[in-house]
Nanobody
Framework: QVQLVESGGGLVQPGESLRLSCAAS????????MGWYRQAPGKQRETVAAITRGGTTTYADSVRGRFTISRDNAKNTVYLQMNNLKPEDTAVYYC?????WGQGTQVTVSS
């Protein structure tokens, strides 16, 4: 089983940026697609972005053009660069792969 640890969340103002990181244990990291998801209070978890093992990326319509997912297979880490953050981006962000989930990191966007 893959162990995942997210970091990089925090409180920012609208228009600011954050970069989330997700560090994975194990040598199988490069073999799997990775995804970032988020869950806001009272809402269902939704897919934010995903990246295949070959580097192909997909995004939710709500974040396309503002968020960028990337991976560094040498570091067993996937990133989510979030620019021009909006209050509606407030949520707990999770990474996932191979059926495993991290503990989540809180992102709060508020003035």
């Amino acid at each position: 089983q893959v162990q995942l640890v997210e970091s990089g969340g925090g409180l920012v103002q609208p228009g600011e940026s954050l970069r989330l990181s997700c560090a994975a244990s194990g040598s199988i990291f490069s073999s799997y697609a990775m995804g970032w998801y988020r869950q806001a209070p009272g809402k269902q978890r939704e897919t934010v972005a995903a990246i295949t093992r070959g580097g192909t990326t997909t995004y939710a319509d709500s974040v396309r053009g503002r968020f960028t997912i990337s991976r560094d297979n040498a570091k067993n880490t996937v990133y989510l660069q979030m620019n021009n953050l909006k209050p509606e981006d407030t949520a707990v962000y999770y990474c996932s792969t191979a059926g495993s989930w991290g503990q989540g990191t809180q992102v709060t966007v508020s003035s």
